[in-house]
């Protein structure tokens, strides 16, 4: 009988992909499917981006390029995090991967050893904890409840910290919970790790550009400049400019880190699709009205997603931040409906009430479940009917 590296056995497909698979099969069967599970904008790319990557390919742009992306590629993100973040950074502290997802991943491998523990508050983005398990470390989950807004306190992280602790992934606003930390949480949670040196920050700042909060986007090293040589930043065309097709994301951090994962990179998929790095700098370096455009019809939907949700009796939901998911807390209606756990009620509800959407679960928080808003408004309150009706 075939038998599979150990690794394997520790991970598990993403169950965010899982529920997806599962809604496209009944969808195929030909039953109407309301979908609330996508981690994806709805919107087209941009046009000019597209535009950029057409050209990119007629001028014979097709080949391959450095591995840890195009010297042009690399200027546009330097000029954005500078300009939109106030963080300086040279060409060797900068890695474009295919998607942020391979950074992180990059990151984990270049950086962690067995003995390792990574600290990851819960809710988290489904990634995090197997990506940990690949790279032989230990995953340390923090809880959150609804009290604190599914925010991690200094004193929940200064009691995880142990001589182990070799990184902590921070990710604000955050997927599933929609939260983000303040400029003044922040400030605390450094205080916090500026005590224990041995401790990597990973900052994922994918949804950077979704948000709603009175003050502006700040990250761990905005908060706390004096953090900057230890802490990785993650980000991506993906979310912010609808490009999760194209696969381009980046890290940014420390010069030697960087290379290291660099080579990892260099052994696994060598240089991002060099078509789409063409148009991730267009995204970064051209007009960008239409983030704003995006945000705004984002910010509508969940204002109207988040009223209606919690006039459904069992369910309710605080508002977000940012991002285009919601996380609403469904303990009242799962006793109704008589499931035990949110994955039985997820399961009702896509068989009987035919709308899919992930259990909070899969994010390390019970109880809960995550519904995308990034589809039409149609859809989102068809989904909220049909519950409603289901609950009774
Ligand atoms: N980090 C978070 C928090 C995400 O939600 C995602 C995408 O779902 C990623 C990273 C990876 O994004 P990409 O599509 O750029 O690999």
Redesign the pocket.
């Known amino acids: 009988e075939l038998t599979l590296a150990q690794r394997v056995g520790r991970i598990k497909p993403s169950p965010t992909l899982a529920v997806t698979a599962k809604a496209a099969e009944l969808k195929a069967q030909g039953k109407d499917v309301l979908s609330l599970g996508a ?1 994806e904008p709805d919107f087209d790319t941009p046009a000019h981006i597209k535009a950029a990557a057409q050209k990119a390919m007629d001028s014979g742009f097709t080949k391959y390029t450095p591995v840890g992306g195009t010297p042009s590629l690399k200027k546009a993100i330097i000029d954005k995090m500078k300009r939109d973040n106030g963080l300086d950074y040279k060409p060797n502290q900068v890695l474009v991967s295919c ?4 950074s ?1 991943y990059n990151l984990c491998m270049a950086y962690l050893n067995a003995t390792d523990e990574v600290i990851i508050p819960a809710p988290y ?1 489904v ?1 995090y904890p197997d990506m940990v398990l690949l790279a032989d470390a230990t995953p340390v989950i923090l809880e959150t409840t609804a009290a604190t807004r599914f925010k991690i306190t200094p004193e929940q992280l200064e009691r995880a910290i142990t001589p182990r602790t070799r990184m902590i992934f921070l ?1 604000s606003p955050s ?1 599933p919970s929609g939260m983000a930390y303040t400029k003044a949480e922040l400030v605390a949670l450094g205080e916090v790790l500026r005590r224990h040196p041995q401790v990597l920050i990973a900052s ?1 700042d ?2 950077e550009k979704i948000l709603w909060t009175d003050e502006p986007y700040s990250n761990i090293v905005n908060a706390c400049p004096d953090l900057y040589d230890r802490t990785v930043v ?1 980000h ?1 065309v ?2 912010t400019y609808s490009m ?1 097709g194209w ?1 381009i ?1 980046w890290a940014c951090g420390p010069a030697k880190l960087i290379t290291a994962m660099t080579d990892i990179q260099s052994q696994s998929t060598s240089n991002p699709n060099s078509i789409a790095q063409v148009a991730a700098e267009a995204a970064l370096a051209g007009d960008q009205s239409c983030v704003e455009e995006m945000r705004l019809v984002f910010k509508a939907r969940h204002d109207k997603l988040v009223a209606d949700l919690n006039s459904i009796p069992g369910v309710r939901c605080l508002p977000g931040d940012g991002t285009f998911y919601v996380f609403p807390n469904v303990e009242g209606l799962m006793a109704k409906l008589g499931c035990k756990t949110d994955l039985e009620l997820s399961d009702k509800l896509l068989n009987e009430a035919l709308v899919a959407l992930v259990p909070g679960s899969a994010f390390g928080t019970p109880g809960h479940v995550r519904l995308s808003f990034a589809t039409s408004e149609k859809v989102l309150s068809g989904s909220v009917e049909r519950i409603k009706a289901l609950a009774g």
């Open positions: 981690g998607g942020g997802k391979q992180c983005w990634s990710n997927n994922d994918m949804y993650i991506a993906s979310k999760t696969r994301g």
